[in-house]
């Protein structure tokens, strides 16, 4: 049965889709075996692709809900090769959101503890009851849940399974993503005997030579515009997934090969074959992953910059939510991952910009801060990381003349670092940094003129420096007035030196329109504000090497909070 899209009737069908048939479903119910037929269809025809996993397994034992016996289990999945399924869902707000804890644990192992026609189940939010519902009607023998299976208040435990996030999805048979409503007690539409049954219309028309057609609204392949695909933990679960059975009242199916819905099927010799729609790769796995070993920073760049426009309930699990991901390439850098950047590229992790406005992260913990001001976890929203791109053709350099791209001489030697002397605590979050320190005078020294990509500073008609566009909403204010007048000050400290294409900078700087020079050099500064003993950026921005360092400047050791 041909399938027409009310979305579409008056476009004509893609050249880059298969022909495709409608196919009849049930309004109220999930098509068990045509979900049944995706899984095994993959199984047995697509391979090593749908079942090499980029990471390895959990070097630890895990718990998992053995839906058959409704109670919680060990397994050691490198050992037995269990297979199980995994849930991505929203949590949502909710207060009393049932949760494993260590005075619950060995209730939850008994037998019919997690029976989900019991009395008990009560307190089990809906998704969750409907994903154990599905895992048994698939006949799958654990489903993994990580408010049930990671024991919430053992906070050991719990570090070492959110670093192993990206090996538990990638290693699930099958990851069910309930992209329905906006917390856990929704439910997933259409599950037997669920909570929450479906009804959407299957409309059939016949025309007048005795077609028949299946008339329906169109519906994207991937949740674009859902709460789930909005949400941070959400982010790493499916990029790692390597089968993902979208739950958003209709079924679909995602893998490395193929996309199947439940009111599509494509029969070309009696065989069910792969389709794709534009959208659907976009939003689930970047297919840079693999160039990770050659351009990590480039494929660290998609990532955050993907992630960081996603929303969190709470701002301090801006790093754990994306723990597996950065568990995954902490391989690719020596020293490892430090409050998201990598240690050994400290001073290039300073060189982030925002895209529009962000809202700065805060500590529900006040004592505990970790999202200092100087890395994008400390920040929400889009960010543009095409300085991160441009190190890896060779453009950037830090201030030290003994880790230098190619020879330059630099009038000193500033270096960006963590120095464990001088933390307060475990995880101490600030960074160190020797460089030189300008204060800019603006009523005495400098004019500031504004425009939508941020402020330049300068003097007699030349440009000396740009700030690009200020992090926090509120520092907007500042350059609104073309020239400034009064004791204004700003405290200016040089990160690295980049070379810039000429063009480039002459969106920023006048004097560079005209010039015959290809690549310039220039200061990388932060804009900083200081509080106590503790210096916070506010912007990034450029400076001149040579106005730099005509400048009376202040040599100095900044701490970075």
């Given at each position: 049965m041909p399938i027409v899209s009310t979305h579409s009737l008056t476009r004509p069908p893609s050249p880059i889709l298969h022909t495709y048939q409608g196919r009849e479903?049930?309004?109220?119910?999930?098509s068990i075996d045509e979900i049944s037929?995706?899984?095994n269809t993959c199984d047995t025809r697509h391979g090593h692709s749908c079942r090499e996993a980029i990471v390895p397994r959990p070097a630890h034992r895990i718990l998992l809900i053995d839906v058959s016996r409704a109670c919680l289990i060990d397994v050691d999945v490198t050992e037995s090769g269990a297979k199980y399924a995994a849930l991505s869902y929203v949590w949502g707000s909710l207060d009393n959101t049932f949760q494993t804890t260590k005075s619950m644990i060995n209730r939850l192992r008994q037998p019919g503890s997690l029976d989900v026609t019991g009395t008990e189940s009560e307190t089990i939010p809906n998704t969750i009851k409907d994903a154990i519902r599905l895992t048994s009607l698939l006949k799958i023998t654990y489903l993994w849940v990580d408010s049930i299976c990671i024991v919430q208040d053992d906070d050991v435990t719990r570090n070492i399974h959110l670093n192993s996030m990206a090996s538990i999805y990638a290693h699930a048979y099958v990851t069910f993503v309930a992209a329905e409503g906006n917390d856990a007690n929704y439910g997933i539409s259409g599950v037997e005997n669920g909570s929450k049954s479906r009804n959407v219309h299957c409309r059939t028309i016949k025309t007048a030579n005795g077609s028949r057609y299946l008339l329906k609204e169109h519906q994207k392949a991937w949740p674009i515009h859902s709460k789930w695909n909005s949400r941070g933990w959400t982010y790493q679960e499916a990029l790692m997934s390597k089968r993902v059975l979208i739950l958003d009242t209709l079924a679909s199916w995602q893998c490395s090969c193929s996309n199947w819905q439940e009111d599509t099927t494509m029969m070309t010799g009696g065989l069910l074959q792969t389709w794709v729609e534009d959208d659907v790769h976009l939003y689930r796995k970047p297919r840079i992953l693999p160039?990770?070993?050659?351009?990590?920073?480039k494929v660290w760049a998609h990532l955050v910059e993907t992630y960081n426009e996603r929303t969190l309930t709470r701002d301090e699990d801006a790093i754990n939510a994306f723990a597996g991901v950065m568990s995954v390439m902490r391989s690719y850098f020596q020293g490892g991952i430090m409050f998201g950047t990598p240690e050994t590229h400290l001073y290039l992790g300073l060189l982030?910009?925002?895209?529009?406005?962000l809202r700065r992260r805060t500590a529900y913990d006040k004592s505990i801060n970790r999202l200092p001001s100087w890395s994008w976890v400390g920040w929400q929203g889009p960010l543009d990381l095409e300085l991160w791109n441009d190190f890896e053709q060779n453009r950037l350099y830090p201030l030290n003349t003994d880790n230098l791209s190619f020879p330059i001489t630099v009038p000193s030697s500033p270096v960006v670092t963590r120095d464990p002397t001088l933390c307060c605590q475990l995880n101490c979050p600030h960074l160190y940094i020797r460089t030189t320190s300008h204060i800019c005078g603006i009523c005495a020294h400098h004019e500031i003129k504004s425009d939508s990509r941020g402020f330049r500073l300068g003097r007699n008609n030349i440009t000396e420096g740009f700030i690009y566009k200020l992090e926090d909403s509120k520092d907007l204010e500042v350059p609104k007035r073309g020239v400034f007048f009064g004791p204004i000050e700003i405290e200016l400290i040089a990160i690295s030196v980049g070379q810039y294409k000429s063009?480039?900078?002459?969106?920023f700087f006048s004097q560079y329109f005209d010039t015959k020079e290809d690549m310039i050099e220039m200061y990388?500064?932060?804009?900083?504000?200081?509080?106590?003993d503790t210096a916070y950026r506010r912007a990034l921005g450029l400076f001149c090497r040579e106005a730099w360092e005509s400048c009376a400047l202040e040599h100095c050791t900044v701490k970075l909070g």
């Amino acid at each position: 049965m041909p399938i027409v899209s009310t979305h579409s009737l008056t476009r004509p069908p893609s050249p880059i889709l298969h022909t495709y048939q409608g196919r009849e479903f049930d309004s109220h119910h999930l098509s068990i075996d045509e979900i049944s037929d995706y899984i095994n269809t993959c199984d047995t025809r697509h391979g090593h692709s749908c079942r090499e996993a980029i990471v390895p397994r959990p070097a630890h034992r895990i718990l998992l809900i053995d839906v058959s016996r409704a109670c919680l289990i060990d397994v050691d999945v490198t050992e037995s090769g269990a297979k199980y399924a995994a849930l991505s869902y929203v949590w949502g707000s909710l207060d009393n959101t049932f949760q494993t804890t260590k005075s619950m644990i060995n209730r939850l192992r008994q037998p019919g503890s997690l029976d989900v026609t019991g009395t008990e189940s009560e307190t089990i939010p809906n998704t969750i009851k409907d994903a154990i519902r599905l895992t048994s009607l698939l006949k799958i023998t654990y489903l993994w849940v990580d408010s049930i299976c990671i024991v919430q208040d053992d906070d050991v435990t719990r570090n070492i399974h959110l670093n192993s996030m990206a090996s538990i999805y990638a290693h699930a048979y099958v990851t069910f993503v309930a992209a329905e409503g906006n917390d856990a007690n929704y439910g997933i539409s259409g599950v037997e005997n669920g909570s929450k049954s479906r009804n959407v219309h299957c409309r059939t028309i016949k025309t007048a030579n005795g077609s028949r057609y299946l008339l329906k609204e169109h519906q994207k392949a991937w949740p674009i515009h859902s709460k789930w695909n909005s949400r941070g933990w959400t982010y790493q679960e499916a990029l790692m997934s390597k089968r993902v059975l979208i739950l958003d009242t209709l079924a679909s199916w995602q893998c490395s090969c193929s996309n199947w819905q439940e009111d599509t099927t494509m029969m070309t010799g009696g065989l069910l074959q792969t389709w794709v729609e534009d959208d659907v790769h976009l939003y689930r796995k970047p297919r840079i992953l693999p160039n990770a070993r050659e351009y990590p920073l480039k494929v660290w760049a998609h990532l955050v910059e993907t992630y960081n426009e996603r929303t969190l309930t709470r701002d301090e699990d801006a790093i754990n939510a994306f723990a597996g991901v950065m568990s995954v390439m902490r391989s690719y850098f020596q020293g490892g991952i430090m409050f998201g950047t990598p240690e050994t590229h400290l001073y290039l992790g300073l060189l982030w910009k925002s895209h529009t406005t962000l809202r700065r992260r805060t500590a529900y913990d006040k004592s505990i801060n970790r999202l200092p001001s100087w890395s994008w976890v400390g920040w929400q929203g889009p960010l543009d990381l095409e300085l991160w791109n441009d190190f890896e053709q060779n453009r950037l350099y830090p201030l030290n003349t003994d880790n230098l791209s190619f020879p330059i001489t630099v009038p000193s030697s500033p270096v960006v670092t963590r120095d464990p002397t001088l933390c307060c605590q475990l995880n101490c979050p600030h960074l160190y940094i020797r460089t030189t320190s300008h204060i800019c005078g603006i009523c005495a020294h400098h004019e500031i003129k504004s425009d939508s990509r941020g402020f330049r500073l300068g003097r007699n008609n030349i440009t000396e420096g740009f700030i690009y566009k200020l992090e926090d909403s509120k520092d907007l204010e500042v350059p609104k007035r073309g020239v400034f007048f009064g004791p204004i000050e700003i405290e200016l400290i040089a990160i690295s030196v980049g070379q810039y294409k000429s063009h480039y900078l002459a969106r920023f700087f006048s004097q560079y329109f005209d010039t015959k020079e290809d690549m310039i050099e220039m200061y990388n500064v932060l804009w900083v504000d200081r509080r106590g003993d503790t210096a916070y950026r506010r912007a990034l921005g450029l400076f001149c090497r040579e106005a730099w360092e005509s400048c009376a400047l202040e040599h100095c050791t900044v701490k970075l909070g």
